[in-house]
């Protein structure tokens, strides 16, 4: 080589090595400056730009797990496909990540070609599945050579550095040193970048759960500050309840105190009777104060046990059935105190006998080591007890009714007014002259409780130094919850429904009461659920032609009640009984508005089971009539299996037989919603004949028989009427005995009542007419089915 030419050579390679100097400096000067994670990938692919021209490249980190890489940077590429990821050992990047050596490949024209074609072979060959579902790698369609680095912190590793060029390259030991340098800062960079983000996300999180801890802490202090004031605001409470019930000079209160005295002296078994509201809880209170015993007072509302989800109860022996679990519950709490039970003609049988066991082994009988025995218990009831509760207790105080301590009035609304006043923040100082009379001279069917309840609806909206009763909060008829009743709209064997009116809306109502004394032949257990019961499902129930329930519960005297929509009208039993045999096009509307009812039910899973002419009530909803409801959900059931199979009674047959189906007869397990379409064939029956299907029955049995033996003569054959063939047709094979036989859902019965035409359907103006001249003053006022 001639001289001039070597010293050139000498020169421009020179150059290149202080341009790479200068790179090499700057790149590591760049690269570890920064702990950013995305600043240290763009540094990496920019360098590998500079100083090899490689403009086409891609940074890919092994993954948790350390089974993969994914792509986090790529430079000079259409698609960069971020978060594209590779199997380490698998091609090219793969086998430089489980080798840790760098690999240069060439001719990657001919290995893309093959790699397409063994491709195409395995999709032909249905192999497709094998290929995978992988996000792609950044890739040069024309790629002749590529080479790839592994990133490493010693043996460790961190990732792959890939780049490719559209033409063949070749390297030389200098270019190999070159490119192992930079890897190296590269690894470097990007493992410092990921402690340190490692580092932060660990500060962030943790400065987040000091935080979050710091809340929760303050939230929970917040919260038992006010549990604290609501513990020390319901002992200041108990106590003036307590003190009240017992104040006065009267004979009567003055006995009633010689009676606690003496019964706190011994640890038998003490009943509180008396009237409702008269103070059972102040009483069983002093008692307990007087007895000196150590332990708690606790209070065990018996009606609430009915509904006590007793399951959750948790205990020392959680293997004891629900009920002894509640009641060692409630015993290891009063141990050394009293157990008061209010209202005990309210609990469940199946805690009775577990009471029986306890107080016999405070008498000294032999039972099981169930419950710790040192618990005085008290229970209150009003009216009679049942004679298996009654024998339990051993000792007696009657309460007096507040009507027998008139005297004691004066004391007792000076105290509680004084009281509310406190509570309500009122400057109030008594009561006035005139508002005392009158509380002298009302007769107190609530006794102490309706006293203290007027008091503070007095109180609440007082404008001056005295209290005023108006005469309205002593107004002498009866009141359930927030309803006062007004008059009787009907009766029954189980108790009486009658017109109510809110007190503080001008809305009406109809109030069933089913009274806790009366006889039903249905053990109290049982009742309780079936009212439960009828009052969810309906308030469950949002069909326009099901009547509409608004309240429910017990009242003071253990009484059940619920609150109902009052109707306008009369139900089907009546209209056919006083006005004979209705038209067919009139039957149809009403038998397509109970199907629409019923089939909401059956789509619950509910059957009504008591579908009859007296519960399907005809009434007037603004200018709409002939409006139908679907009263007396009360021995609704769900389908076999459901909760509330078992409800009824063992032995009882549940419905009305002259309008029954077989299956309620016989077989009561395979019911579903065509019991009740067989049913409301037999009410379409009465309604177009005034007969019943089996009128010739005498008997209950007889009737019984029939529906599920004798094959039931067309209602055309006996009514004096003309009947729609149509619907004859319908109502007959609605009785067919096989429930198979029958449409298969209230809407498709709805449906074929819709098909039958009639020359004179039956319109709103001829049912206004209708009632116009038969029953006007049924549209006038509220009525209401009477309880059965």
Not at 310 to 332: C, D, I, M, V
């Amino acid at each position: 080589m001639p001289p001039q030419e070597g010293y050139e050579s000498q020169a421009r390679q020179l150059d290149r090595q202080a341009a790479e100097l200068d790179i090499l400096q700057r790149v590591s000067t760049d690269i570890n400056s920064t702990l950013d994670l995305e600043e240290v990938y763009e540094i990496a692919l920019r360098t590998m730009d500079r100083l090899f021209e490689f403009h086409h490249a891609t940074i890919l980190i092994v993954e948790p797990g350390g089974e993969m890489l994914k792509v986090v940077a790529s430079r000079g590429y259409e698609n960069q496909a971020i978060g594209g990821r590779v199997r380490i050992g698998t091609g090219v990047i793969g086998t430089v990540a489980a080798k840790r050596r760098p690999m240069q490949v060439g001719n990657l024209g001919q290995q893309r070609a093959y790699a397409a074609t063994q491709r195409r072979q395995m999709l032909k060959a249905g192999r497709g599945a094998e290929l995978g579902d992988v996000m792609p790698v950044p890739g040069l369609p024309n790629a002749e050579s590529q080479i790839a680095l592994p990133l490493l912190i010693r043996e460790e590793l961190v990732g792959v550095l890939s780049v490719e060029s559209p033409v063949r390259q070749r390297f030389d030991d200098h270019d190999r040193h070159l490119v192992s340098i930079v890897a190296n800062q590269i690894a470097s960079a990007i493992r410092n970048a990921q402690l340190y983000d490692e580092r932060r996300r660990a500060v962030e999180a943790l400065q987040e759960a000091n935080a979050s801890l710091e809340a929760r802490v303050a939230a929970r202090t917040a919260d038992l500050e006010r549990e604290l004031k609501v513990a020390q605001e319901l002992v200041r409470d108990a106590r003036t309840r307590v003190e009240g019930p017992l104040l006065g000079a009267s004979a009567a209160v003055g006995a009633l105190r010689d009676g606690i005295a003496r019964q706190a002296r011994v640890l038998e078994p003490l009943l509180l009777t008396g009237p409702p509201g008269s103070g059972d809880q102040a009483v069983a209170y002093a008692v307990h104060g007087a007895s000196g015993r150590a332990g708690a007072f606790i209070v065990v509302s018996c009606a609430d046990l009915h509904t006590e989800d007793l399951a959750t109860t948790r205990t020392s022996n959680p293997e004891a059935p629900h009920g002894e679990r509640w009641l060692q519950a409630k015993l290891e709490v009063a141990s050394g105190g009293t157990l008061f039970l209010e209202a005990i003609h309210e609990l469940p049988a199946g805690q009775r006998k577990l009471l029986g066991d306890l107080l016999s082994r405070q008498r000294g009988a032999a039972v099981r080591e169930a419950a710790p025995a040192d618990v005085r218990i008290i229970a209150s009831t009003v009216g009679t007890l049942d004679p298996s509760l009654r024998a339990l207790f051993t000792r007696q105080i009657t309460l007096p009714a507040l009507v027998d301590r008139r005297e004691d009035i004066p004391v007792l609304a000076r105290h509680y007014v004084g009281k509310l006043a406190r509570q309500f923040g009122k400057a109030v100082n008594g009561v006035s002259p005139a508002s005392m009379q009158r509380l002298e001279s009302y007769s107190w069917p609530g006794n102490i409780n309706e006293l203290r309840t007027v008091l503070e609806r007095a109180v609440l909206v007082s404008r001056g130094g005295l209290v005023e009763i108006d005469e309205e909060l002593l107004d002498e008829r009866a009141s359930i919850g927030s309803y006062q009743l007004v008059s009787p709209l009907g009766s029954g064997g189980m108790g009486e429904v009658w017109l109510a009116r809110h007190r503080l809306l001008a809305r009406p109502a109809a109030v069933k009461l089913i009274r806790h004394d009366r006889t039903t032949g249905e053990p109290r257990d049982q009742l309780v659920l079936r009212f439960q019961r009828e009052a969810q499902v309906t308030a469950g129930l949002r069909s326009p032609h099901t009547v509409q329930l608004y309240d429910f519960g017990v009242n003071e005297t253990g009484s059940f009640y619920y609150v109902m929509e009052l109707l306008e009208g009369l139900d089907l039993n009546q209209i056919v009984t006083r006005f004979g045999p209705q038209p067919s096009e009139r039957v149809v509307m009403f038998l397509r508005q109970a199907c629409r009812s019923l089939a909401e039910a059956h789509e619950g899973g509910l059957i009504h089971r008591d579908i009859k002419p007296a519960n399907l009530f005809v009434a007037r909803l603004g200018q709409e009539y002939d409006y139908l409801k679907v009263l007396d959900f009360g021995i609704v059931k769900g389908r076999p299996g459901a909760e509330a199979v078992g409800i009824t009674a063992q032995g009882v047959v549940q419905g009305t037989p002259a309008f029954m189906a077989p299956e309620l007869v016989f077989d009561s397990q395979s019911l579903d919603g065509r019991t009740d379409l067989y049913s409301l064939a037999c009410v379409a029956y009465w309604a177009l004949t005034g007969q019943l299907v089996f009128g010739s029955a005498t008997t209950p049995e007889q009737m019984l028989l029939h529906h599920a033996q004798t094959l039931p003569v067309a209602p055309s054959a006996v009514s004096e009427m003309p009947i729609a063939p149509d619907l004859e047709a319908i109502i007959m094979r609605c009785l067919a005995k096989r429930p198979s036989d029958r449409p298969g859902s209230a809407l498709e019965l709805d449906a074929d009542l819709a098909r039958i035409r009639f020359t004179q359907p039956w319109t709103q103006l001829r049912a206004r007419e209708w009632w116009a001249m038969h029953a006007p003053d049924r549209l006038g006022g509220g009525t209401a089915p009477a309880v059965e």
